[in-house]
């Protein structure tokens, strides 16, 4: 069996910067595993670990997404928010971007109260109850609603905890982290040279400044679960068929055996009834 190709190379993670780490002064030691050299004062990254270590995330990540499950994307950063949310929000994976919602893991219940909340505020602008509000009434709930819009953004569809978190900057999310670790849920995340490594699940050693970088990871990761994806469809059709095929047959066994019972004046009256 030939080997698969990697999800990313060495030329492709070298142009879009992803081995610059910050200044050494600045390093976490447990990050030494994955630092290859430092030049001009800063720490450059393995990029042969970071291959390895993407191909590992994006496996498990297209597992996950082909079991039917949610990955949650944290990125709050300037320069990651956009990315995230138009790569993330293309696969249909929830994301947050503005500020992470404390206790949106570990109080949950809450989240789901005021998602709750903003589509009664929905339903309730198409009913006719919405004309006879006042001005002013209607904008305070539009803000109302526009307030729970920032704060929920894309998690307003997830009906229970995601199976997993996937984090650009673990020192900029590390309330995020924390919760998700707290409950035991797996996290994945963009390593920089000045972040901790240890506790998250799946270290993908990167720049995690740069735009380019985490295009190019982000890219990565939502490709994997595109695949699982349409696995999962593929699977589902072909389990559909199958249950199709064995209604079919069993119909077919059914109308064999009641063929004998049916007398033939019966017939003659169904087929009457569809002439007309």
Known sequence: KSKKMPRTNFQDLLD????????????????APYIFMEKNGIHII?????IVKVDEAALAIKQIAKSGRKILFVATKKQAKDIVADLVGGVNMPYVTERWPGGMLTNFPTIRKAVKKMISIDKMTKDSAWDVLSKREKLQISRQRAKLEKMLGSIADLTRLPAALFIVDVLKEKIAVREAQRLGIPVFAMVDTNSQPEGIDFVIPANDDASQSISLIVQVMTDAIREGLSERKVEREKEGDDKETKVKAKKAKVADDDLSAIDDDEDLDDDEDLDD
């Open 46 to 50: 393995d990029l042969q670990k970071t």
């Open 16 to 31: 879009a910067g992803v081995h610059f780490g910050h200044l050494k002064r600045k390093w976490n030691p447990n990050m």
